[in-house]
């Protein structure tokens, strides 16, 4: 079984900060490495993904960096808002299988 | 909603209870998932549908037990559960579980389980 390990466990940033996430990994057999925002009483959602043959990817605030010689890859949330509040999960997807590994999970609080 | 529909929202039964969790998708997918997120866990897959054929089973204990009558529904059958099954179940759907991207991917509210 793959090992994600997903850190910090829980953040707080002030708004208009920058939140940093990251996740390290043991191998790249994976297709995508995604990260997913969850809101309370809500399922996970897609927030954005990578491949591992890219080493950075931008979608408005949100932005992934990855290091393959580091084996890990980081979510970046500028300008940090109260609504970004939510737990993030780092993750594998494997476009073969289907199959989605999760990491342990981010509890992000963005404080006005 | 996100096009994958969960019911019920809470269930709390008790340790020899039989229930029934539901899942219906209106995406046109074929492959749907079953997944637990326990507190200060990360989600873990306990099946998965492929044409409602069960394709995989993470070694789930059998008082766990699906059922997929076609390929918009998928039900988890409960029975005699434990207190530490108390989580949230997911369900999750695709178009197919091979040559697909997470964009794809759709996730359920889940079901908060609580087990007395």
């Not at chain 2, 044409?51 to 039900?75: A, G, I």
């Amino acid at each position: 079984q793959q090992q994600v390990k997903q850190s910090p466990q829980s953040l707080i940033v002030q708004k208009g900060g920058i939140s940093i996430i990251n996740c390290a990994y043991e191998n790249t057999a994976f297709d995508y490495f995604p990260w997913y925002q969850q809101f309370p009483g809500k399922g996970p959602a897609l927030l954005i993904a990578i491949r591992p043959d890219v080493s950075e990817k931008k979608e408005g605030r949100f932005t992934i960096s990855f290091n393959k010689s580091a084996k890990q890859f980081s979510l970046h949330i500028m300008d940090s808002q109260p609504g970004d509040s939510a737990t993030y999960f780092c993750a594998f997807f494997s476009g073969n299988t289907g199959k989605l590994i999760f990491g342990q999970g981010t509890t992000l609080q963005v404080k006005p | 909603e996100t096009g994958v529909t969960q019911t019920p929202r809470h269930l709390v039964m008790g340790m020899t209870n039989k229930k029934s969790l539901k899942c219906e998708q209106h995406l046109g997918h074929n492959a749907m998932y079953w997944y637990k997120q326990s507190a200060k866990k990360p989600l873990e897959l306990m099946f998965v549908y492929n044409f409602k054929e069960q394709t995989e089973n993470n070694s789930v204990p059998s008082r766990f037990s699906p059922e997929c009558p076609n390929s918009s529904h998928l039900f988890l059958h409960l029975h005699t559960l434990q207190p530490e099954d108390s989580a949230l179940y997911l369900c999750a759907s695709s178009q197919d579980t091979v040559g697909h991207r997470p964009e794809g991917y759709t996730f359920g509210s889940g079901t908060r389980l609580t087990v007395v």
